[in-house]
């Protein structure tokens, strides 16, 4: 096996979504995007059938008006959260996500991963089959991104304004914005493992409840 996989794990286990420490003053070459869609591109894909394109933002006048329709809505969803208890890691994203909404006109390049069709009113399955051949692919780009030094968060907030975001960009309404990514070099290397469950505690076998870790 050629793999390093204590480098290959890091990669995987601390991979963040990045806000506060993006570097909003270095810009990101373009073919280096181009370079880290290429890979992601390369995520499975229902039936092997590709209908996914990416939209790289990279003009100030279109970043800050997504970043306008973004703050909309996330000010909605952040005035919904003031209400609910939460804990400390909770205020810590919710912290975050207010630096990013204040900020997102200011990221250097925003991506928006697209997929062609809708899929409203589907089967279960069909909506499995829909978003499993996108959304494989944007983690994929976050990974490539990251071992390049460069940080993103996944964002989906502006989708409350899809067809505002869709009419400014040219984005035609049968096709699907599946979530955004603002794209920044991160600052630091210190990047902590992210906290979950065990997979013992989250994993059944051969039957539902029976945890991996009764079972031991
Ligand atoms: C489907 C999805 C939607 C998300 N939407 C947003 C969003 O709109 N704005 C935001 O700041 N973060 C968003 N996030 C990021 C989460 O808040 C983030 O995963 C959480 O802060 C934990 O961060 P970590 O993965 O770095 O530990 C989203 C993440 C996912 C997977």
């Known amino acids: ?43 499975p894909m229902g039936s092997n059938v590709e209908r996914n394109k990416w939209l790289i933002v990279e003009d100030p006048d279109r970043k800050s008006q997504i970043a306008d329709l973004y703050r909309k809505n996330a000010e909605v969803y952040f005035a919904l959260g003031r209400t609910m208890e939460t804990d400390a890691r909770g205020e810590r994203v919710a912290n975050s996500a207010q630096y990013l909404s204040d900020n997102m006109h200011n990221v250097p390049t925003m991506v928006i991963p697209l997929r062609l069709d809708r ?5 279960s399955g069909e ?13 994929s ?7 390049r030094g460069i940080g993103s968060c996944w964002t989906t907030l502006h989708l409350g304004s ?3 975001v869709g ?26 493992v992210t906290a979950r469950r065990p997979a013992a505690e989250i994993t059944f076998i051969d039957r539902w409840g029976n945890t991996a870790s009764s079972l031991s």
Request: net charge negative; charged share 25%; aromatic share 8%.
């Open 1 to 43: 096996m050629d793999f390093d996989l204590e480098q290959t794990d890091r990669l995987l286990l601390t991979t963040k979504q990045i806000r506060k420490r993006m570097d909003m003053s270095r810009p990101v070459p373009r073919e280096t995007i181009l370079e880290c869609i290429d890979i992601a591109s390369r995520a």
């Open 167 to 192: 009419e400014l960009l040219g984005i035609p309404d049968t096709v699907t914005q599946v979530c955004m990514l603002p794209i920044g070099y991160y600052t630091g290397e210190s990047f902590s």
């Open 162 to 164: 899809e067809a505002e």
């Open 127 to 139: 909506q499995s089959g829909w978003y499993g051949s996108v959304l494989p692919g944007v983690w």
């Open 141 to 147: 780009l976050q990974l490539a991104l990251r071992s």
């Open 119 to 123: 899929v409203e009113n589907a089967s």
